[in-house]
């Protein structure tokens, strides 16, 4: 199958800061590719839709200021969390469809300190 | 709005013993999708379900779908070990691929 690759895989940052995260579809071109945040023991939970050169669509509650996503390539997104605080610690996970498969990145754990 | 309703949320099971996890969806979708995930891992994609009474197997799990009742299954047969991991369901909305989620049931297959 598929294969959709995440940078970094893990990150410990300090209050304040900002974090960029990228996605990557290795082997094949991903017009759309979904941003997913989970808790511990939760299900995932659909940040926004990254949209290949045009912007991204944010679910409902999601801070598009704060979770910014760049879509500029056809194999390429990241998503930056700006002013990071401990709340946003979390695990990030990328994943991007090919036909009717939605495959994923193998996740990102971001600690803020 | 699509919801995605599984059950049950947590399953202890004996080895060598048939378990069956549903998943319910509350409005017409075009596919459905079974995903594993191990602690502190990503997921890995088991089946995707694209017609009504579309029947898929892997190894110990088969997937089923009925699109009229709006619900899948993953049967799980002879239980072993190594199939202790959270088992997610997600249902297709909208022409983006965006997907909706179940809460996820978690498995452990005791001795």
């Known amino acids: 199958g598929a294969v959709v690759s995440q940078h970094p895989s893990w990150v410990i940052c300090k209050s304040g800061t900002s974090v960029k995260i990228e996605c990557r579809s290795l082997?094949?071109?991903?017009?759309?590719m979904f941003w997913y945040r989970q808790f511990p023991k939760q299900s995932l939970m659909l940040m926004a839709t990254?949209?290949?050169?045009?912007?991204?669509?944010?679910e409902q509650g999601v801070e598009k200021d704060k979770f910014l996503i760049n879509h500029a390539s056809l194999t390429l997104s990241t998503l930056t969390v700006t002013s990071a605080h401990p709340e946003d610690s979390s695990f990030y996970i990328c994943?991007?469809?090919?036909?009717?498969?939605?495959?994923f990145g193998p996740g990102t754990r971001l600690t803020v300190t | 709005e699509l919801k995605v309703e599984q059950n049950p949320l947590f399953l202890s099971m004996q080895e060598g013993k048939n378990y069956t996890i549903y998943c319910n969806y509350s409005?017409?979708?075009?596919?459905l999708y079974w995903y594993r995930q191990d602690p502190g891992k990503s997921l890995e994609s088991l089946f995707v379900?694209?017609?009504n009474g579309a029947v898929k197997q892997e190894g110990r799990l088969m997937a089923s779908l009925d699109t009229k009742a709006r619900l899948s299954t993953l049967h799980i047969t002879a239980a072993v070990h190594d199939l202790s991991a959270t088992y997610f369901c997600?249902?297709?909305?909208?022409?983006?691929?965006?997907?909706?989620w179940g809460l996820g049931t978690s498995l452990a297959v005791n001795p």
């Open positions: 994943s991007a469809n090919e036909n009717l498969e939605q495959y």
């Open positions: 082997d094949f071109q991903a017009t759309t």
């Open positions: 990254s949209n290949e050169g045009s912007k991204a669509t944010y």
């Open positions: 409005t017409t979708s075009d596919r």
């Open positions: 379900l694209l017609s």
């Open positions: 997600a249902v297709g909305a909208g022409n983006n691929r965006k997907l909706i």
